[in-house]
Nanobody, 120 residues
């Protein structure tokens, strides 16, 4: 059974940094894409960063470019979101996910979320 566990969230001041981690277990993830969504109260879920199975291709939402960095270890069992220059508008619950394609159908697995709160 696939399980994803996030950690690293917390309360930080405006301009501060956090490093979120997502530990994946239950199978081998070297061929899986991975990423992070966030959702703030009253707002839609937003994809903020993603990385492909090789680690060579990344995606960032415009709102986080230059401040967020996604990375993964060589086995794919752990991946990270380094968040720098935090802003109050970055406050949200951050969810990690992994993505696995079976022929033409994507399958997703999600973590339970970790709260990030940025105080001004």
């Amino acid at each position: 059974q696939v399980q994803l566990v996030e950690s690293g969230g917390g309360l930080v001041q405006d301009g501060g940094s956090l490093r979120l981690s997502c530990a994946a277990s239950g199978r081998t993830f070297s061929s899986y894409g991975m990423g992070w969504f966030r959702q703030a109260p009253g707002k839609e879920r937003e994809l903020v960063a993603a990385i492909d199975w090789s680690g060579e291709s990344t995606y960032y939402a415009d709102s986080v470019k230059g401040r967020f960095t996604i990375s993964r270890n060589h086995t794919g069992n752990t991946f990270y979101l380094q968040i720098d220059s935090l802003k109050p508008e970055d406050s949200a619950v951050y969810y990690c996910y992994v993505e696995h394609w079976v022929i033409t159908t994507p399958h997703y697995y999600w973590g339970q979320g970790t709260q990030v709160t940025v105080s001004s």
